[in-house]
């Protein structure tokens, strides 16, 4: 595919071994790249003149459970240019998990970011505002990290008959 | 006590209050006043909260809040299989239902290699249309009605009513649909529906117009939406906003031509678009891509082939009653597939369609069993929300109103 070598040449050139893979199962172009190097990734991608990905869909993380490396953030990144959506991945060997954040690079990361951080509980380092964006402030745990029952965990929201 | 003494006891109260001195403002200019809007606010569409930092009536800084409404999809479809959550979609934009069915299902036949017969396809592109006019009227309805234009909300609805009692025909419920499978549809379309979804087409245009009179030559509504809340072309790009606000800013962006999924490859139609961005060319927008789902509306019910609608694949499709009755294949693939899912294989996928309000995208990751692994859903609201705080600075507190309507949240969606 075409523009999948594109791409990977233009990241491979300039980062040489930060690209660890890249896949594409069922034609969605992902590049596996480590996690340190992500903004200059970021920057790069969104600045080149041939690939200009200048805009941020989507961040969220998977939670493994049991691997070693738990956490993997994932970015859905869109260029007008070539009418293309990239998914970038990073696994996080940080622990407790944390990443820079790519706030910098694309501005609509910053809600992104502060839902993956709700739900993972993913540490995006430099951001400018890390709140929770739906649980209220205070609450312990992060709901889609995979050791977090579906019910919930009983008295960790207080509910209106029991504030006293 | 007579009333006449009570007058003049009540006058002494005022008088004494009006005495007291106590308080003392030395420049009242110079006060800020942070106020809280929401999130029982009926402005606010739905339960969003927003806190206002206001310098007289200009507000000064504003914090959208977020969360009021959220059920946790993304857990729940972590621990369901894929087929027991599309009922759940309905409930992400509650007002464009049929539009989320059909995402939903289209990504996870993406990631499972499924292809729906291409009736069952047309047939989704015709609810999908429905559903998009349905959401557009009711999003021009309220916004009119927010900046005070109460007529119109009562015209849109009465639209909006006919394609509920269409999908009642079509999936059996109003307003809930759940109406697509994975792999087709629920059911055909019969000609009774497909007469009424014309008899519907050909009511609409003149209603339509009728509605742009009635806005158009009311100079207050034009004097409270022209110029406010602009979001320029770079920012609405870089803060991610999508769908019709997008467009309204001068991107001419559509997934249904950018990466046309279903058969909007083989039809015609326009992407409008506007150039000033503000909550006008919002409003304008919407009317637009409401006269063009129209023409693909029409096309589509020319264009309709005879067939199948679900795909005849009863290892991975549920196959349909009459067949798992009769015969033995059938039935052990129905109680495979219901009792441990349709096992995609391992992977993930992204795949975005055009919803109402914007991209709705589902990312989907398999790990090769019944349920999905993660499911993470891109809810265009929640996108077009980030830019509240940029478009409301400096505004006047009347126009947060007309911004939030303009930029139209469904709060079922970006709360999840």
């Not at chain 2, 006891?9 to 008088?15: D, H, P, Q, R, V």
């Not at chain 2, 993660?374 to 006047?396: E, T």
């Given at each position: 595919m075409n523009l999948k070598e594109l791409i990977t040449d233009k990241v491979i050139e300039k980062f040489g071994t930060a690209l660890e893979e890249v896949s594409d199962f069922r034609d969605d172009i992902c590049l596996t790249v480590s996690s340190d190097q992500i903004v200059a990734i970021g920057k790069f991608l969104k600045d080149d003149s041939d690939l200009q990905?200048?805009?941020?869909?989507d961040i969220t993380a998977i939670d493994w459970?049991?691997?070693?490396?738990r956490f993997t953030a994932v970015y859905h990144i869109y260029s007008f240019k070539l009418n293309c959506t990239l998914r970038i991945k990073a696994n996080i060997d940080a622990d407790p998990p944390a990443i820079e954040t790519v706030t910098s690079v694309w501005r609509s990361a910053d809600w992104y970011e502060r839902e993956t951080f709700d739900m993972y509980g993913i540490k995006f380092t430099n951001h400018p505002d890390l709140r929770r964006?739906?649980?209220?402030?205070?609450?312990?745990?992060?709901?889609?990290?995979?050791?977090?029952p579906v019910i919930g965990i009983p008295g960790s929201l207080p509910l209106p008959h029991q504030a006293e | 006590m007579n009333r006449i003494d009570q007058i003049y006891n009540e006058e002494k109260i005022y008088k004494r209050l009006l005495e007291d001195r106590n308080l003392t403002i030395e420049?009242?200019?110079?006060n800020e006043m942070v106020i809280n809007m929401g999130p029982?606010?009926?402005?606010?569409?739905?339960v969003l909260r927003l806190v206002l930092r206001l310098d007289g009536e200009t507000v000064m800084g504003i914090v959208p809040e977020l969360g009021?409404?959220?059920?946790?999809y993304e857990k729940m479809a972590e621990n369901m299989s894929y087929i027991e959550f599309i009922p759940h979609?309905?409930?992400?934009?509650y007002t464009g239902t049929m539009c989320n069915n059909v995402g939903y299902v289209l990504a996870v036949e993406k990631l499972a290699g499924i292809e729906a017969p291409k009736r069952a396809q047309y047939i989704r592109m015709i609810v999908a249309e429905l559903s998009r006019i349905a959401a557009h009227l009711v999003a021009i309805g309220t916004f009119a009605m927010d900046v005070g234009a109460v007529t119109m909300v009562m015209w849109t609805f009465r639209e909006r009513e006919k394609i509920n009692s269409i999908f009642d025909r079509i999936?059996?419920?109003?307003?809930?649909?759940?109406?697509?499978?994975?792999?087709?549809?629920a059911s055909d379309l019969d000609d009774q529906a497909i007469a009424e979804i014309e008899q519907f087409l050909v009511e609409l245009e003149p209603a339509l117009s009728e509605m742009d009179k009635l806005m158009l030559s009311n100079r207050i509504f034009i004097g409270r939406l022209e110029g406010i809340g602009i979001l320029p072309k770079e920012d609405a790009i870089a803060l991610g906003v999508t769908g019709p606000n997008l467009r309204a800013s001068?991107?001419?962006?559509d997934i249904r031509r950018a990466?046309?999924?279903?058969?909007?490859?083989e039809i015609d139609f326009r992407i409008p678009t506007f150039t000033q961005g503000d909550c006008l060319a919002r409003y304008f927008q919407r009317g637009d891509e409401v006269k063009e789902s129209v023409k693909i509306l029409r096309q589509c019910l020319d264009k309709m082939p005879i067939?199948?609608?679900?795909?005849?694949?009863p290892k991975r499709v549920l196959s349909h009653k009459t067949e798992i009755y009769s015969k033995m294949e059938e039935l052990i693939h129905d109680f495979m597939i219901i009792n441990?899912?349709?096992?995609?294989?391992?992977g993930d996928t992204y795949l975005s369609v055009e919803n109402p309000k914007g991209e709705l995208g589902f990312y989907i990751v398999s790990?090769?069993?019944?349920?999905?692994?993660k499911l993470k859903i891109h809810s265009p609201s929640f996108c077009n929300l980030q830019a509240v705080s940029q478009l409301c600075k400096g505004a006047m507190v009347s126009d947060v109103v007309a911004i939030i309507g303009s930029l139209d949240p469904v709060m079922g969606e970006a709360d999840k």
């Amino acid at each position: 595919m075409n523009l999948k070598e594109l791409i990977t040449d233009k990241v491979i050139e300039k980062f040489g071994t930060a690209l660890e893979e890249v896949s594409d199962f069922r034609d969605d172009i992902c590049l596996t790249v480590s996690s340190d190097q992500i903004v200059a990734i970021g920057k790069f991608l969104k600045d080149d003149s041939d690939l200009q990905f200048i805009t941020c869909k989507d961040i969220t993380a998977i939670d493994w459970g049991t691997r070693k490396k738990r956490f993997t953030a994932v970015y859905h990144i869109y260029s007008f240019k070539l009418n293309c959506t990239l998914r970038i991945k990073a696994n996080i060997d940080a622990d407790p998990p944390a990443i820079e954040t790519v706030t910098s690079v694309w501005r609509s990361a910053d809600w992104y970011e502060r839902e993956t951080f709700d739900m993972y509980g993913i540490k995006f380092t430099n951001h400018p505002d890390l709140r929770r964006m739906y649980m209220p402030e205070g609450f312990e745990h992060h709901p889609l990290r995979k050791d977090f029952p579906v019910i919930g965990i009983p008295g960790s929201l207080p509910l209106p008959h029991q504030a006293e | 006590m007579n009333r006449i003494d009570q007058i003049y006891n009540e006058e002494k109260i005022y008088k004494r209050l009006l005495e007291d001195r106590n308080l003392t403002i030395e420049d009242e200019l110079e006060n800020e006043m942070v106020i809280n809007m929401g999130p029982q606010h009926p402005a606010t569409h739905g339960v969003l909260r927003l806190v206002l930092r206001l310098d007289g009536e200009t507000v000064m800084g504003i914090v959208p809040e977020l969360g009021y409404l959220h059920r946790g999809y993304e857990k729940m479809a972590e621990n369901m299989s894929y087929i027991e959550f599309i009922p759940h979609t309905d409930r992400l934009d509650y007002t464009g239902t049929m539009c989320n069915n059909v995402g939903y299902v289209l990504a996870v036949e993406k990631l499972a290699g499924i292809e729906a017969p291409k009736r069952a396809q047309y047939i989704r592109m015709i609810v999908a249309e429905l559903s998009r006019i349905a959401a557009h009227l009711v999003a021009i309805g309220t916004f009119a009605m927010d900046v005070g234009a109460v007529t119109m909300v009562m015209w849109t609805f009465r639209e909006r009513e006919k394609i509920n009692s269409i999908f009642d025909r079509i999936a059996g419920a109003r307003f809930t649909t759940s109406y697509t499978r994975i792999g087709g549809v629920a059911s055909d379309l019969d000609d009774q529906a497909i007469a009424e979804i014309e008899q519907f087409l050909v009511e609409l245009e003149p209603a339509l117009s009728e509605m742009d009179k009635l806005m158009l030559s009311n100079r207050i509504f034009i004097g409270r939406l022209e110029g406010i809340g602009i979001l320029p072309k770079e920012d609405a790009i870089a803060l991610g906003v999508t769908g019709p606000n997008l467009r309204a800013s001068g991107v001419e962006y559509d997934i249904r031509r950018a990466k046309p999924y279903l058969f909007y490859n083989e039809i015609d139609f326009r992407i409008p678009t506007f150039t000033q961005g503000d909550c006008l060319a919002r409003y304008f927008q919407r009317g637009d891509e409401v006269k063009e789902s129209v023409k693909i509306l029409r096309q589509c019910l020319d264009k309709m082939p005879i067939g199948e609608v679900i795909a005849n694949n009863p290892k991975r499709v549920l196959s349909h009653k009459t067949e798992i009755y009769s015969k033995m294949e059938e039935l052990i693939h129905d109680f495979m597939i219901i009792n441990f899912g349709i096992n995609p294989p391992v992977g993930d996928t992204y795949l975005s369609v055009e919803n109402p309000k914007g991209e709705l995208g589902f990312y989907i990751v398999s790990n090769g069993t019944g349920q999905p692994w993660k499911l993470k859903i891109h809810s265009p609201s929640f996108c077009n929300l980030q830019a509240v705080s940029q478009l409301c600075k400096g505004a006047m507190v009347s126009d947060v109103v007309a911004i939030i309507g303009s930029l139209d949240p469904v709060m079922g969606e970006a709360d999840k």
